[in-house]
């Protein structure tokens, strides 16, 4: 079973709405979690970072929470715009020393449409 | 602009071929990753190496798939015989190393095995 499970799957809203995706995780205990974006055919980029002791962080429009009781985060997307059109990837990484193993959700694949 | 860069971008090849990705890490970089993204598998770690040293490569099929970094500046990902169970798209990405550092992605290899 995959550490990191994304919900929906995927995703049509119009521009200029308002939308949420979730990311639930059961790696422990964990350094940190990034949402990356990825548009088609590029790789992913990353949005933001939220350690363990951080409940929310925004970069312009896009807001993540994180509840580190529950082992979920949520991004969220304000005012959405057609070039937010792209996959949204999770990435848990794991509390461990010299560690790069980072765990991967499948991403919720978000389309804008006008 | 410090960028990972990836070549192929674009490669289609017959079963059986061998096919070598090519990926320069972006510079001062000591962490570089091969990840293989599909559908229905999402992103899949192949292998990373640290300070040039192969640190795991468990994710990769080791009878076909072979990954070195000859120097700093290079990572290669080799298939020999290549297979139509192959065609996917194939991520490098390098980081600075630290807990919370970033992943920074190359623009990816997309290989069709035929």
């Known amino acids: 079973k995959n550490q990191v499970e994304q919900s929906p799957q995927s995703l049509i809203i119009l521009e200029g709405k308002n939308c949420t995706l979730q990311c639930n995780y059961t790696v422990s205990p964990f350094s940190n979690l990034r949402w990356y974006k990825q548009d088609t055919g590029r790789g992913p980029v990353s949005l933001t970072i939220m350690t363990f002791s951080e409940n929310t962080k925004s970069n312009g429009r896009y807001t993540a929470t994180l509840d580190a009781d529950t082992k979920q985060s949520s991004l969220h997307i304000t005012a959405s715009q057609l070039s937010d059109s792209a996959s949204y990837i999770c990435v848990v990484r794991p509390r461990k020393v010299n560690n790069n193993d980072m765990r991967f959700g499948a991403g919720t694949r978000l389309t804008v449409k006008p | 602009d410090a960028r990972v860069t990836q070549t192929p971008r674009h490669k289609v090849t017959e079963m059986g071929q061998e096919v070598t990705m090519r990926c320069q890490p972006i510079l001062g970089h000591n962490t570089v990753f091969w990840y293989r993204q599909t559908m229905m598998q999402g992103l899949e770690l192949l292998a990373y190496f640290r300070n040039r040293a192969p640190l795991d490569d468990s994710g990769m099929p080791k009878d076909r798939f072979s990954a070195e970094m000859p120097d700093a500046t290079l990572a290669t990902l080799k298939i020999q015989p290549s297979e139509p169970r192959d065609s996917a798209v194939y991520f490098c990405?390098?980081?600075?190393?630290?807990?919370?550092?970033?992943?920074?992605f190359g623009e990816g290899s997309r290989l069709t095995v035929l």
């Open positions: 990405a390098s980081g600075p190393g630290r807990d919370t550092g970033e992943l920074f």
